[in-house]
């Protein structure tokens, strides 16, 4: 190759790309420092908007119903005289709910989460059920009032009674105690599981002994949120026959109740001012008792992941 080929090879040769300077690299590393500062600011605010909201919303209820928290609106009846009023009767009504509801969901919840990850075998029907539970989850809650009036009180022929409003709430929230246990279940490591059929336990000793222990804190957790779900849903009750008022409180399961979303939902619909405190006053009760199972949640993951660890 002559001289004159060798110099037109090299000139065809792509040239190097230059290489950045200190200024800008400083140029970029301050724009992307300002990028991420942008991204942090509108983080913030959408988090503030919404804590500001409910910062507000707190404090009017408080203005509202504090004043109106008493002894005897505890231990009172609903009345057409709100200086009279109470909300002993949904008071109750909620508890009976929710202490039906709580075994019921859990049985089933967990016994559900326990076959599909421990006994189902891996294959389309498995993956059926899975499916169809993951879709139960969002729908909306007034189906399953339709359904539990349909099934419970026509067909069971329960009537607007306790029972049937518990199954109806258990229905509503079983598919996220399924999911909830089912993802507390599949987290334990399988070396357990292998250590524990190793050294001769059965499959349902496995589980007993090893599994649920060790996931009892996300399951726990999962059902008592559910459970702080169920307490607060209204429409679902409206469709089983739960009454708006009721001057007893129930003595058994097969009694008519009312619960205490409905009858703030009746207090605010009333025209006078008085029954707005009121409501704000069962609003405040009410969070007492969501707030109330939260912590036991919170308390019942922290001793189990302490006994685990």
Known sequence: MSAEEVLIHQNKRPKAPALLTDHDGDRRIGTRKMLNQIAHGLFLLATLVGVVVLAVLLLDIFKMGWKWLNLDFLNSFASRFPAQSGIKAPLWGSLWLIAVTAPLTFIFGVGTAIYLEEYAKKNWFSRLIQLN??????????????????LFVRQMKLG??????????????????????REAISSVPSSLRQASLAMGATRWQTIYKVVLPYSMPGILTGTILALSRAIGETAPLIMVGAVTFIYFTPGNVFDAFTVL????????GMPKAEFQNLAGAGIIVLLAILLTMN???????NKYQRRNG
Not at 295 to 301: E, H, K
């Open 295 to 301: 912590a036991l949640a919170i308390i019942l993951r």
């Open 133 to 150: 539970i993951s879709n139960l989850a969002g729908v909306p809650s007034i189906v399953f009032g339709i359904l539990g009036l349909t």
């Open 160 to 181: 607007q009674s306790v029972l049937a409003g518990a199954l109806t709430m258990t229905l509503l929230i079983l598919p996220i105690v399924i999911v909830a246990a």
């Open 261 to 268: 979303p409905i009858q703030i939902y009746t207090w605010t």
